[in-house]
């Protein structure tokens, strides 16, 4: 069955960086697009990037854009974020996400994804 399982979590200081990992199995991961969302506490779910099949393809949000960078390495099965300049307002769950189709511009609500994985916890305080 489709697992998607985040790591690389944790409590960082304002201006740090952090990179996050999905593992994937279950799936082709290389016939789709892949995404990542956000839930800080006591909001909704923030789109935050995604990237297409081959990798060059990649969108952000706005609130992301220039400090986050997305990747995927289809041979290991596995999608990345990598989060530079992270601030208080990153703090959230972060979660990767299966999109339906391979086009990553269809996969910025979640409507256009189909798998989560359980989260992981970021957490920018000093």
């Known amino acids: 069955q489709v697992q998607l399982v985040e790591s690389g979590g944790g409590l960082v200081q304002p201006g740090g960086s952090l990179r996050l990992s999905c593992a994937t199995s279950g799936f082709t991961i290389s016939n789709y697009a892949m995404t990542w969302v956000r839930q800080a506490p006591g909001k909704g779910l923030e789109w935050v990037s995604a990237?297409?099949?081959?990798?060059?393809?990649?969108s952000y949000g706005d609130s992301v854009k220039g400090r986050f960078t997305i990747s995927r390495d289809s041979a290991k099965n596995t999608l990345y974020l990598q989060m530079n300049s992270l601030k208080p307002e990153d703090t959230a769950v972060y979660y990767c996400?299966?999109?339906?189709?391979?086009?990553?511009?269809?996969?910025?609500?979640?409507?256009?994804?189909?798998?989560w994985g359980k989260g992981t916890l970021v957490t920018v305080s000093s």
């Open positions: 990237i297409g099949t081959g990798g060059s393809s990649t």
């Open positions: 996400a299966k999109c339906i189709t391979a086009v990553q511009a269809m996969c910025t609500m979640s409507s256009g994804m189909d798998y």
